[in-house]
């Protein structure tokens, strides 16, 4: 898979609240392309996941 596609998985997974897969596909995606929008989604996400409920964030 491409850093975009991973990308857009991580949006469909984040949609969905499955947040570990989310933030997983996020990572890949900055692996291939660190110039990827998932370096702000997974910034966001890991915003959220510290204040929503540290237990579900676990990667």
């Known amino acids: 898979m491409t850093a975009e596609e991973y990308y857009q998985q991580g949006n469909a997974y984040r949609k969905e609240s499955r947040w570990s897969e ?5 990572i890949k995606a900055i692996e291939l392309d660190p110039d990827s929008p998932a370096v702000e989604a997974k910034r966001m996400l890991d915003d959220i996941m510290s204040f929503y409920c540290k237990d579900m964030y676990n990667p």
């Open 22 to 26: 989310a933030i997983n596909c996020y």
